[in-house]
């Protein structure tokens, strides 16, 4: 299911990649957070959540760093510094209003990045399964309705 839908608008499509892209996106709203002076506990766990996410992101992709070629490596290293660049300019700001309503406004990452991580983790290279594949639709509904 976690491949079922579309990623986010310049979000990489193979596995290692997403996972680069993932890390510096919830790296990034971590940092983000830890630059506001007015932190509310649940602002405090989001940080705590994010930086638990990055380091289970960072180890997925050192275990499967040596599997990888040269270009998915390049791939990897493009994908976090767009990731990064998103966030820069909100770090860089002045206005801590900005930077607390955009902190509150990151709405998560897709769960294929959670997915991707176990994948490259584990070494798993096929395919996964679609939601066809699986007999479901578009909708998460049976693909065949049921004889009455």
């Not at 700001?93 to 490259?120: K, M, V």
């Not at 594949?133 to 049976?142: I, N, S």
Request: some cysteine; overall charge negative; hydrophobic content about 45%.
């Amino acid at each position: 299911m976690a491949y079922a839908r579309p990623l986010p608008r310049g979000a990489p499509t193979q596995d290692y990649p997403l996972v680069a892209w993932c890390d510096a996106l919830v790296t990034g709203h971590a940092d983000l957070g830890e630059s506001l002076t007015d932190h509310s506990p649940e602002d405090l766990e989001l940080v705590r959540l994010g930086r638990l996410e990055a380091q289970d992101f960072r180890s997925a992709l050192a275990a499967a760093e040596p599997r990888q070629t040269a270009a998915t490596k390049a791939a990897a290293q493009q994908a976090a510094a767009s990731a990064k660049a998103q966030w820069a300019a909100l770090l860089a700001t002045q206005d801590e209003a900005a930077r607390s309503q955009s902190f509150g406004l990151f709405y998560g990452l897709p769960g294929r990045c959670e997915h991707a991580a176990r994948r490259i983790r584990a070494n798993i290279t096929t395919p996964p399964a679609t939601l066809a594949d699986v007999g479901l639709t578009e909708t998460g509904a049976p693909a065949t309705a049921a004889p009455n």
